[in-house]
Nanobody, 123 residues
Framework: QVQLVESGGGLVETGGSLRLSCAAS????????MAWFRQAPGKEREFVVI?????????TYADTAKGRFTLSRDVAKNTVYLQMDKLGPGDTAVYYC???????????????WGHGTQVTVSS
């Protein structure tokens, strides 16, 4: 089993920034990829970004995240960080960390999930 723990959510004003972190523990030998998804009330869970822990050049952002969000890695700690800048009300959601063996952007393809951290952006 793999445990994922997110932290760093909170309330921020429009235009502000937040930094999320996700730490993996347990049987992490096959958690080669870590991703962030988000889910707003009444909406489906959507992809934000994925990063390979084996190749620093492999990072894929959703269009909504490009230019505003930046993912970084600490492979030794099995931890990824999501720096979110220029936040707007449309970014309000619960942000979930996911981990898996494959480099995938569909939520249903992930087995391991964190409990989520709430991000609220006020207008």
């Amino acid at each position: 089993q793999v445990q994922l723990v997110e932290s760093g959510g909170g309330l921020v004003e429009t235009g502000g920034s937040l930094r999320l972190s996700c730490a993996a523990s347990g049987q992490t030998t096959t958690t080669y990829n870590m991703a962030w998804f988000r889910q707003a009330p009444g909406k489906e869970r959507e992809f934000v970004v994925i990063a390979s822990l084996l190749n620093n050049d492999w990072t894929t952002y959703a269009d909504t995240a490009k230019g505003r969000f930046t993912l970084s890695r600490d492979v030794a700690k099995n931890t990824v960080y999501l720096q979110m800048d220029k936040l707007g009300p449309g970014d309000t959601a619960v942000y979930y960390c996911a981990a898996g063996e494959k480099y995938r952007i569909l939520a249903l393809q992930y087995t391991y999930w964190g409990h989520g951290t709430q991000v609220t952006v006020s207008s």
